[in-house]
């Protein structure tokens, strides 16, 4: 069974840094692209991240490029997000996601992955 767990939320000021990891068990972390999304209250789930399984293709939603960065360690079996340059509109809970099978493409849709974490929120201060 896939068990996906998020860690490093918390409060921090606009402008500034925080690092969100996400650890797996269950399956061949390597096999499978990793996303990250995030949803606010009364929001669906947004696009943020998301890497393939050897980590050499990323893919960033247009609100966070330039500023979060995905990556991946498989032999610990455990996606990044950093996430520089906080703006209060980052506010949300995000979450990490295993993509439901294996595939070349990488892609943004919420329903191409299968296992999610429980997030963990992530406060931006003005």
């Known amino acids: 069974q896939v068990q996906l767990a998020e860690s490093g939320g918390g409060l921090a000021q606009a402008g500034g840094s925080l690092r969100l990891a996400c650890a797996a068990s269950?399956?061949?972390?390597?096999?499978?692209?990793m996303g990250w999304f995030r949803q606010t209250s009364g929001q669906g789930r947004e696009f943020v991240a998301a890497i393939t399984g050897s980590g050499g293709r990323t893919k960033y939603a247009d609100s966070v490029a330039g500023r979060f960065t995905v990556s991946r360690d498989n032999a610990n079996k455990t996606a990044y997000l950093q996430m520089n340059s906080l703006k209060p509109e980052d506010t949300a809970v995000y979450y990490c996601?295993?993509?439901?099978?294996?595939?070349?493409?990488?892609?943004?849709?919420?329903?191409?992955?299968?296992?999610w974490g429980p997030g963990t929120q992530v406060t931006v201060s003005s």
């Open positions: 269950g399956r061949t972390f390597s096999n499978y692209h």
């Open positions: 996601a295993s993509r439901s099978s294996v595939s070349i493409y990488i892609t943004t849709d919420v329903s191409s992955y299968g296992y």
